[in-house]
């Protein structure tokens, strides 16, 4: 108690230093490129979605603290390649709907149905980074019907080694305090910490992350998922997924260690295994050329064999 007492009089005393005003609206991604984005109400939730291109539908799930930024890299390519691409905002995050409660595993899972039908997609590819390969994962357990592929891109569900900020937000004192300290350095420390080259991470980057950051109610919304998600859900489940899964991991995630992703494909019916040396843990943004070229032979081709790079497959 007394920690918490001393980590909230720290950072209450560093807040009027960390609160740069967000870019304004016309500037947010994606601004300057073709894609469009709108809303769809999905349990009357407002969810920011982006829909592009025409053919076997593929669902891009960003993950925790992200937004559909996360694969700006990855809609186009993956349209021009014959796919109809949809990429959202999940609830809590980006500018999505941001309620103060409704975070659960299995809300995730329904919010992610709920929107495929209101789309009129019957089955799809999910690909799901970190906290948003687990809702993927989840899915897959709940309706394999509808889940015509898996993609685990650095994925949780299985424990996450937490920065100190994310545990601290956790806290009942001092999570609201967290909350408010959170500005574009800490943004900025945190995408550098997440990348396996810390360089890669440029100003615009920590711009269009820390934005959504500042919409109202999103502090409350964070705190809300790092209390009602769990994600450890998914252990010792893995073996109940039909779906063909392809995991793709970055050797260098400090975040959730590729060890874990080894792990996961081991207890797969049908999945592969592929490393992507140097990368961290935001491996879609970090090295999107190679993310893409392996993510597309996936969904032209099934899963790899023999994979590319250095792979583990199932035997």
């Not at 329904?110 to 993927?136: N, P, Q, Y």
């Not at 592929?274 to 597309?296: D, K, M, W, Y």
């Amino acid at each position: 108690m007394r920690l918490q007492y001393a980590v909230a009089l720290t950072l209450g005393a560093g807040m009027s230093a960390c609160r740069a005003a967000p870019i304004p609206a016309w500037q947010r991604y994606p601004a300057g490129t073709p894609l469009i984005p709108r809303y769809v109400s999905v349990d009357s939730h407002p969810i920011r979605i982006i829909e592009t291109g025409h053919g076997p539908a593929v669902v891009l799930i960003h993950g925790l603290g992200a937004s559909l930024y996360s694969w700006r890299y990855s809609m186009l390519p993956l349209a021009e390649a014959g796919f109809r691409v949809i990429a959202f905002d999940d609830l809590g995050f980006g500018f999505s709907d941001k309620p103060a409660h409704g975070y659960s595993n299995d809300a995730y899972v329904k919010l992610l149905f709920g929107l495929m039908d209101s789309l009129g997609v019957t089955d799809a590819v999910l690909v799901g980074h970190s906290m948003g390969g687990a809702i993927a994962a989840e899915a897959a357990l709940t309706h394999a019907d509808r889940v015509s592929g898996l993609v685990l891109v650095d994925a949780a569900g299985f424990g996450v080694r937490w920065p100190f900020m994310l545990r601290a937000a956790r806290w009942p004192l001092v999570g609201a305090f967290v909350d408010r300290f959170r500005g574009r350095a800490a943004t900025a420390r945190t995408l550098r910490m997440i990348y396996g080259d810390p360089s890669r991470v440029t100003p615009q980057d920590i711009d269009q992350y820390y934005a959504p950051f500042r919409e109202p109610g999103a502090a409350r919304a964070l705190r809300g998922v790092l209390r009602e998600y769990r994600f450890d859900a998914l252990r010792g489940r893995m073996a109940s997924i039909t779906s063909p899964t392809l995991v793709m991991w970055g050797s260098a995630d400090r975040l959730i260690p590729a060890a874990i992703g080894q792990a996961v494909v081991a207890d797969l019916q049908q999945g592969a295994f592929v490393l992507f040396p140097g990368a961290g843990h935001a491996l879609p943004e970090e090295t999107p050329a190679a993310f893409n070229r392996t993510l597309l032979a996936f969904l032209r081709h099934g899963l790899p064999s023999p994979p590319q790079n250095v792979a583990l497959t199932r035997p």
